[in-house]
């Protein structure tokens, strides 16, 4: 298991459910050695218990039983090492039952959030340039999810309940429009850096306009979104808002440099997707939290939330680019082993495939190697080992839940860990 630091992120921790399992033994269960008969029984308990303790057992086992010794006073510390048990109870894995997740039904508890910030967002970005306006537009009608500032409205939701605040804060609300401005600002120039013509499956700004355009729109929008964020007038807040555009750059940076390399290290690729993915996800939860004004501690498990949803998410992600086609992406299939751009099913596969490194070494001279390629990921595992890395994050997310009270705001962030995992099926 590799262990690092980057911005102080821990991604290397040990995942084992601290649980004793009546059906086998009173020992640790390392949920990976039976990931694939466990794979229902994982979603099935987060949609019925939420964030509890989650053990696996053999395909043969009829129930299991999980039960905790942990106090508390001491689950916090057991989050922050990435292990946790939960409050004494007994979970039956068969009560659950897997049935699919929508975001439309995640987002019915923020619908009226999302529907003032949709009516924002246009007043936020500003009106002084028409065309930086249209180039705007086209991006924000393109059929985004709003999920990170839904992210926003949840955690911060879900946190004023702490503190006994009753409506969200212009602060929440600016929040939110801030993020989604920074969000499409980085897609903008992203494409612009991916020459890539196509984005949920409308032309992209820079495909319409011309590069020039698209990159004065990007900045333009960075700019406004940090004109917004200074007058929020909270340090802590600009401060690591502002780190994640530095983020931003730095992942491109690093992705630029590795290209076509097959050397590339998965903890590599791990800062790469935390810089370009993660970081904003967790600035924003932790954010949203900070102006609830909870204590330090909730604020810090809502940032571990975002970065650990955020991870999972880059991850499945990059294991689409793979299963699904063009028309279900919106954009071409494999782009990013095309470009050279090697995520966790590619550097997975390296480790077993050697002519897969031929292949990319040669940067797809021959006409049917980059097809060859795709194969050889898909046959040597790649895409498997990654899902368990989706969802060893994912259940990390779902742990940093617990220091919330039940409501329906937090229901449907565990959910949103949920879906993401569902989009692989």
């Known amino acids: 298991m590799m262990s690092m630091t980057c911005h102080g992120l821990d991604f290397g921790k040990t995942l084992r459910d601290l649980g004793a399992c009546a059906c086998s033994s009173n020992t640790y269960v390392d949920r990976y050695t039976v990931k694939t008969s466990a794979k229902r029984v994982f979603r099935s308990c987060i949609r019925d218990y939420g964030a509890r303790s989650l053990v696996y057992c053999r395909r043969e086992t009829s129930s299991c039983r999980v039960s905790s010794t942990r106090t508390p ?90 503190v006994g605040l009753k409506e969200l804060t212009v602060k929440h609300r600016r929040l939110a429009e801030i993020i989604e401005m920074i969000h499409t600002a980085s897609l903008i120039h992203d494409d612009v850096l991916d020459d890539s013509n196509m984005r949920r499956g409308k032309a992209t700004v820079h495909q319409l306009y011309g590069t020039r355009v698209a990159v004065l729109a990007g900045d333009f929008m960075f700019a406004q979104s940090s004109w917004y964020l200074a007058n929020l007038e909270n340090i802590e807040v600009i401060k690591l808002i502002s780190q994640v555009i530095k983020d931003f750059a730095s992942g491109e940076i690093k992705q630029a440099s590795s290209l076509f390399d097959c050397d590339i290290q998965l903890e590599e690729y791990m800062i790469k997707s935390y810089y370009k993915t993660a970081s904003l996800i967790a600035a924003s939860t932790k954010g949203a939290a900070i102006f609830s004004g909870v204590d330090s501690s909730i604020a810090q498990q809502m940032y571990e939330y975002g970065k650990n949803l955020g991870l999972s998410f880059q991850v499945v992600d990059d294991i689409l680019d793979f299963t699904q086609s063009a028309e279900q992406l919106g954009k071409p299939a494999a782009t990013d082993l095309a470009k050279g751009n090697l995520t966790a099913p590619v550097i997975f596969a390296l480790e077993k495939e ?70 692989i099926d």
């Open 73 to 162: 006073d001491t689950l916090l510390n057991a989050m922050n090492t990435g292990l946790v048990q939960s409050p004494s109870e007994v979970l039956d894995l068969n009560k659950g039952r897997k049935s699919t997740t929508s975001l439309k039904n995640m987002f019915e508890a923020v619908a009226d959030d999302l529907l003032a910030l949709n009516q924002n967002l246009q007043s936020v970005v500003g009106a002084e340039n028409p065309v930086l306006m249209s180039a705007a537009e086209q991006i924000f009608s393109a059929g985004g999810k709003r999920m990170r500032p839904a992210l926003v409205f949840l955690v911060s939701r879900a946190t004023a309940e702490i």
């Open 354 to 423: 050697t002519k897969l490194r031929e292949i990319i070494e040669s940067e797809f001279c021959d006409d049917d190697s980059l097809d060859e390629a795709i194969q050889l990921v898909k046959k040597s595992g790649g895409i498997e080992r990654a899902q368990q890395l989706a969802e060893e994050k994912a259940d990390l997310a779902i742990q940093n839940l617990q220091c919330l009270p039940r409501s329906k705001f937090r229901s449907c962030l565990e959910e949103m860990v949920l879906y993401n995992l569902e989009r």
